[in-house]
């Protein structure tokens, strides 16, 4: 019997034409990393400009509490949506009935944080932070108001929609904070910012996605996909508390001026990783979940992403450990140099972490979350371990921790995650150690040859900072090219990166 109203029937549609799949997962990945590149770019020049305008501290009191607000905030968003996603049926009843619990769940966590707000202030013994939580607290809703309308559109592969609706919230977010702190609001344009953005793209969210919830029901498999949600947000807090714990050791530590910089350090090196694998994870879970019965088939589409990111990722890494701590000082101002030192010890983590985090991809698509928990919990301890270790030598120190950490964890998770399609580890090795390798090579080098060798290291310092960067950024790109092509005796990798890229974008596609 079909159970959905005539006027939502096409937002319910199964597809089951491999063909037809991949075509919308490539289109839709195209328009994802493009919009991301957009998005990244009004970020970037959001942060510079803020940087300018307002102090270490500011962000740094933003930071504690955001701490806080973006682990209820995903509520939904990491969960739900998944939820969506990997379920081959889905009908009106059951994404009404999601709806109105995710509406009840984001009311119940905006009036738990904001009750919560005097603690986190005593927490921190920085009585400001108190009125921040409160205001931050009503982005909650219109995350959770947003995510169900988001996963719909998600499942049913139009990534380009999505991807438009984020690029207009970011924008106007960001605009409206540079204009607040022209005003002198301080740490309040921050705060105003994350408001902004999230109620834009919930109202875009609605505008796109015709769909209107209807009455709840009581149905089976509304409710084990809620639970299903249940258990990927928890696998979410566990990651979340893996990546955010150190902002809450250096908050109560060190304060907020050394917050703030590791803050802006760390947003400005893990911005290329969650802009371009979170949004990337979503057209990979989709794809994916419809493959699991073609092994070949989803070896075959993985193996092309994990070979895209390292490709990628490892580049990223090579060239900002080379230039990363002249680049932030260029981009913040020279109060940040502090930042600039821990950008550092980021920066060789970057590709590492956006082949890491495919593991969440292989353990979703293949609908096994309670795997990922357990997963998370056994890193969780290791993480939390590198950060106590690099506690003591401050924001730099643990930074640096940071990096190791997803060294170490790297082939352990991607097995650990493959073993139910049966994936070994050479079939994650092979693809990517010519890349680590690369990495390693143009950094030693590099460190060698403009750092500690006195006649080309007095030659840059005749340079002003744009130069260096410029300078350095070409070389160890040089290098790097140089580096992967002799390791893999040729530009064979070289030629399917460059096919990727083609088959991604749309004007290639229009032309074949």
Request: aromatic fraction near 14%; charged fraction near 10%; hydrophobic fraction near 50%.
């Amino acid at each position: 019997m079909n159970r959905n109203p005539p006027a939502y029937e096409n937002y319910f549609i199964s597809y089951h034409d491999a063909l037809n799949i991949r075509d919308k997962a490539v289109k839709g990945a195209g328009a994802t990393i493009y919009s991301q590149l957009a998005i990244q770019g009004i970020t970037t020049v959001g942060t510079i400009i803020l940087a300018r305008m307002l102090t270490p501290e500011d962000f740094g009191l933003v930071t504690m509490v955001m701490v806080f607000v973006l682990l209820l905030q995903n509520f939904g968003s990491s969960g739900l949506t998944e939820a969506l996603i990997q379920n081959r049926e889905l009908n009106h009843r059951q994404a009404s009935t999601l709806f109105w619990l995710q509406i009840a769940s984001s009311i119940l966590l905006m009036i738990l944080l904001m009750a919560a707000s005097p603690f986190i202030a005593f927490f921190y013994k920085t009585p400001q932070l108190k009125f921040i939580t409160i205001i931050l607290s009503i982005s909650i809703f219109s995350s959770g108001a947003s995510a169900i309308h988001l996963g719909i559109m998600q499942r049913n592969m139009q990534f380009h929609k999505t991807a438009i609706i984020n690029l207009l919230g970011i924008s106007i977010g960001t605009v409206v904070a540079i204009g607040l702190a022209a005003m002198g609001a301080a740490y309040w344009s921050i705060v105003i910012r994350r408001v902004t953005e999230l109620f834009v793209i919930c109202i875009g969210a609605w505008g796109a996605c015709g769909w209107r919830p209807g009455i709840p029901s009581r149905e089976r498999k509304a409710l084990n996909m809620y639970k299903f949600g249940l258990r990927v947000y928890a696998n979410f807090m566990l990651n979340y508390f893996t990546r955010n714990i150190d902002k809450m050791l250096i908050g109560r530590f060190h304060g907020a001026h050394q917050l703030g910089s590791y803050d802006r350090a760390y947003h400005l090196s893990s911005r290329p990783v969650s802009q371009l694998t979170h949004p990337l994870a979503n057209v990979g879970i989709a794809s994916l979940s419809k493959f699991i019965d073609d092994p070949a088939t989803y070896q075959r589409y993985f193996s092309k992403v994990i070979f895209l990111l390292a490709f990628i990722g490892m580049w990223a890494s090579s060239v900002l450990c080379v230039a990363g701590y002249y680049l932030i000082i260029l981009l913040l101002g020279s109060e940040w140099k502090e930042a600039g030192k821990v950008f550092l010890g980021f920066s060789p983590g970057i590709g590492i972490i956006m082949i890491y985090y495919t593991n969440v991809w292989l353990h979703l698509s293949l609908g096994r979350p309670g795997r990922l928990v357990k997963w998370n919990i056994f890193s969780l301890f290791l993480v939390f371990a590198a950060y106590v270790a690099g506690l003591p030598f401050g924001a730099f120190g643990v930074a640096v921790a940071y990096s190791i950490s997803f060294y170490l964890l790297l082939i352990p998770a991607l097995c650990y995650a493959g073993k139910p399609m049966n994936l070994k580890p050479i079939f994650f090795f092979s693809p990517l150690w010519r890349f680590i390798l690369s990495f390693f090579v143009v950094v030693s080098l590099s460190w060698l040859i403009f750092f500690q060798y006195e006649p080309i290291n007095n030659i840059l310092r005749e340079f002003n900072i744009l130069i260096k960067v410029i300078i350095l950024s070409f070389l160890s790109t040089s290098l790097y090219l140089f580096t992967v092509i002799a390791l893999h005796q040729g530009v064979k990798p070289i030629n399917q990166f460059l096919n990727i890229l083609k088959e991604i974008t749309p004007q290639f596609r229009k032309r074949q």
